[in-house]
């Protein structure tokens, strides 16, 4: 009897052992918070809640809004039909933005977009053919092997640089997409 009494007093410890362990993995799976981003256009905005491509968004007190043109921004400057690029993450079902930077393309006549394979990269800038383009926090990295930290693992790469000049006649790269390698006769007409 007394045997009996401890296989199952063991048994009961073992099973709070695990279901302390099971219930601790949950919880710190729970705490990883993944970040992702999205670019597109505000089709509505109401309260503190903006859509963005068809889905909802929810801003917070503590969400960061940053524009490339202006020093200061906030949640009034976020306008029906303003590009956007959203960096969130999802609470449960709740999209919830920790960054919104404000992206003003439009209004500048100094933009232009170049095509062509990175040939070198140092720092924080690339080259395509011998044009330098400079990269900044508000670049946005589209593509899988952008997405990495380590810019000299994108040399090769085919991309389109969407890029603002500025007055001292350096490139600054805004957008750069990841492409498709073109074959060796369409790529002369793509390089500048």
Known sequence: MLLSNRITAIRAVKCIIILLIIGTTSLI???????????????????????????????????????????QVNEHSLQKNSMVDLAYYRLGKIQVISTIKLLDLVGSGNYKSFSGRINRTQNKEIYIGRQKFSLDDFTIKIGLKLQKTDIESWQNCFVTVTALKNKAGEWTAEIIREGITPNPAQLARFTE
């Open 29 to 71: 799976a729970q705490s990883v918070v993944e970040t992702i981003q999205v670019t597109g256009t505000i089709e509505d905005i109401s309260s503190n809640i903006i859509t963005v491509n068809g889905n909802k968004y929810f801003i917070r007190h503590n969400t960061k809004i940053c524009s490339q043109a202006y020093n």
